[in-house]
């Protein structure tokens, strides 16, 4: 035995085979496949119906109800009484601040609503909108709602009260539409039923 293991380390020394040597060796076991795990990067799951945050997405109702209103502005801006006038539904509500008197002021009814207009025609009243939104997303409702902010309001009355570069209005305007034909309901610029210190021009 002391001999065997002898030539044993002879042979491995000389890197010669076991079997060259002349010596007998068991029988290798079947080699095990080594098996390598890659961590394979996998792409990122892309959701097709999203959206970047500048887009938006109008009904056909929707788009009318904003272009009725905008050729509204236009008119309202233009001192075009006739053109403003033929926008709004024969019931028409409007809401107003009057700054001079820090308080709310309403029209209602056509007839109302001309007077309205002549007078903020006469004193060069001009309203620069700065953003629209949906007021109302539930269709169940039945009523076609959009809510306007204002970035800039001028007047001349606004000049002779101290602001010749007009005011940021602390409110928006909340109009509601008719359908069919589409055309204004409700114009409601000032606080209805609410603070009329949010009528004050330096809020």
């Given at each position: 035995?002391?001999?065997?293991r ?9 890197s ?13 076991t ?9 961590n394979?990067?996998?792409a990122p799951?892309i959701?097709?119906t999203?959206?970047p945050?500048n887009?938006?997405?109008l009904?056909?109702e ?21 053109a403003?006038?033929?926008l709004l539904?024969?019931d ?8 001079q ?10 007839s109302?609503?001309?007077e ?5 025609i006469s004193?060069?009243?001009?309203l ?5 939104e949906n ?5 169940s ?7 306007v ?5 001028t007047?001349?009355?606004?000049t002779?009260?101290g602001?010749g570069?007009g005011?940021t209005?602390?409110l928006?305007?909340?109009v509601?539409?008719?359908s069919?034909?589409?055309l204004?309901q409700?114009f409601?610029?000032?606080p209805?039923g609410g603070?009329p210190?949010?009528?004050?021009p330096?809020?």
């Amino acid at each position: 035995m002391q001999n065997l293991r002898r030539v044993l380390i002879i042979c491995l020394t000389l890197s010669i085979t076991p079997t060259a040597c002349g010596t007998s060796t068991p029988q290798p076991t079947t080699p095990v496949p080594i098996t390598t795990t890659f961590n394979t990067p996998v792409a990122p799951e892309i959701n097709a119906t999203s959206q970047p945050n500048n887009t938006f997405d109008l009904t056909a109702e929707q788009a009318q109800e904003v272009a009725v209103f905008i050729e509204f502005i236009r008119a309202y801006n233009a001192g075009q009484l006739q053109a403003a006038l033929a926008l709004l539904a024969e019931d028409v509500g409007v809401s107003d601040c009057d700054y001079q008197n820090i308080k709310v002021i309403t029209f209602r009814g056509k007839s109302q609503v001309t007077e309205w207009l002549q007078q903020r025609i006469s004193d060069h009243d001009q309203l620069e909108i700065s953003r629209i939104e949906n007021e109302n997303p539930d269709p169940s409702s039945g009523r076609h709602v959009i809510g306007v902010t204002y970035s800039r309001r001028t007047s001349m009355m606004l000049t002779k009260l101290g602001y010749g570069d007009g005011i940021t209005p602390t409110l928006g305007s909340k109009v509601i539409f008719t359908s069919a034909p589409t055309l204004i309901q409700s114009f409601a610029n000032g606080p209805y039923g609410g603070d009329p210190t949010l009528c004050r021009p330096g809020n």
